[in-house]
């Protein structure tokens, strides 16, 4: 069993591949910094001897990079049984205010990356006739942040994008689902000094995932919504 995920380095991305690890997944991740996907496969390996890992470094932004990711990895393994399109590219900044060009940067990271593996990777799980895809979509999929606009059009975009495969996908055996994760404890609130307890933790995430995974052959979870009990920070 093969799990592909993007971002795989640090927050939820990292928590994701660590319990597909700890599953018995085959695991192909990529990431920006190549040292980092070094020392996090050495990681993963030494807890997961039996597993193989597959990694390289990605600008998912840049369509050719992506695309020979792709190829890395379907000259290893025969299809993908789990696609976690996860890499997301956050700037705040309302629409009237940013630099021109910042919807752009957005949607080729946070839209376009998860259409292209999506598209490529699914032709062997319709071939087998089962597969699923996990996009990582954002509260802001479903209500605007106002301190980033480009953002939540790229996170609504990707909503949309989840929506379209599932349709598509659905009579094929192929199970698509959105991850709606709320304020998040990642490294992107690192210094912060508001309370952990206020977050959600990529681990929640992560186990949502794998538990949405793990549903029967006729189930499929639509949507994982996971917000702070709190509220957002």
Not at 124 to 152: L, R
Request: charged share 20%; proline share 3%; net charge negative.
């Amino acid at each position: 069993m093969l799990a592909v995920i993007t971002g795989a380095t640090k927050g939820i991305g990292k928590a994701i591949a660590e319990v597909f690890a700890s599953e018995g997944f085959d695991l192909a991740i990529c990431a920006r910094n190549e040292n980092e996907l070094v020392e996090f496969s050495t990681q993963l390996q030494q807890l997961n001897p039996d597993i193989q890992i597959l990694y390289k470094a990605v600008d998912c932004s840049n369509r050719d990079e992506l695309l020979a990711f792709v190829d890395k990895v379907l000259d290893r393994y025969a299809k993908v049984d789990v696609l976690v399109n996860n890499v997301g590219l956050y700037v705040p900044g309302s629409v009237m205010d940013e630099e021109d060009g910042m919807l752009e940067q957005m949607i080729d990271t946070n839209l376009y990356s998860a259409y292209y593996l999506s598209k490529y990777f699914t032709g062997g799980m319709i071939e087998d006739g089962q597969g699923h895809i996990f996009n990582i979509c954002s509260t802001a999929s479903i209500k605007p942040v106002v301190a980033a606009g480009s953002y939540s059009i790229s996170k609504y975009a990707l909503m949309g994008l989840t929506k379209v495969l599932r349709e598509e996908l659905m009579h094929q055996g192929v199970k698509v689902t959105a991850v709606l994760p709320g304020s998040t404890l990642t490294a992107s609130w690192s210094g912060t000094t508001i309370p952990g307890s206020r977050f959600v933790l990529p681990e929640d995430v992560a186990s949502a995932v794998l538990n949405a995974y793990k549903m029967s052959e006729g189930a499929v979870v639509d949507e994982i919504l996971i917000r702070p009990l709190l509220g957002e920070v």
